[in-house]
């Protein structure tokens, strides 16, 4: 039987151009971190080219969806992740669909960005 609900709809989202992360000593910042996960940068892979739910990335990157939930929560309070759309399940559940925020991240030593997280 057909679900009243989408499923995938198409996803309309523009990533910001570019991100800047600026390294000054005197300021923490904890992108680097973040991003030195090798489950993080999965994750950002696997959302590259087209936006994905939580379930869809684990399927992606082979790893749990606790796993990737909690890497899902770090990228987007780095503001590197954003929710871009919500899906809805066959059963009627919502589902968050997930894209890339920048698609440049560039880091700057020392010196004040334009923007910066």
Not at 1 to 22: G, I, K, L
Not at 62 to 88: F, G
Request: hydrophobic fraction near 40%; include cysteine; glycine fraction near 4%.
């Amino acid at each position: 039987m057909a679900s009243v609900f989408p499923h995938h709809p198409p996803v309309d989202y523009a990533p910001r151009e570019q991100t800047n992360v600026v390294v000054n000593g005197t300021e923490p910042t904890d992108v680097l971190q973040i991003l030195s996960s090798e489950a993080a940068q999965e994750i950002l892979g696997a959302v590259r080219d087209n936006p994905r739910t939580a379930s869809d990335i684990a399927d992606a990157v082979d790893r749990s969806l606790q796993s990737v939930s909690y890497h899902l929560d770090r990228l987007c309070e780095a503001d590197l992740i954003e929710p871009a759309e919500t899906w809805y399940s066959e059963k009627g559940t919502e589902m968050t669909v997930y894209a890339l925020a920048t698609e440049r991240l560039v880091v700057q030593f020392g010196a004040s960005a334009d923007r910066s997280v």
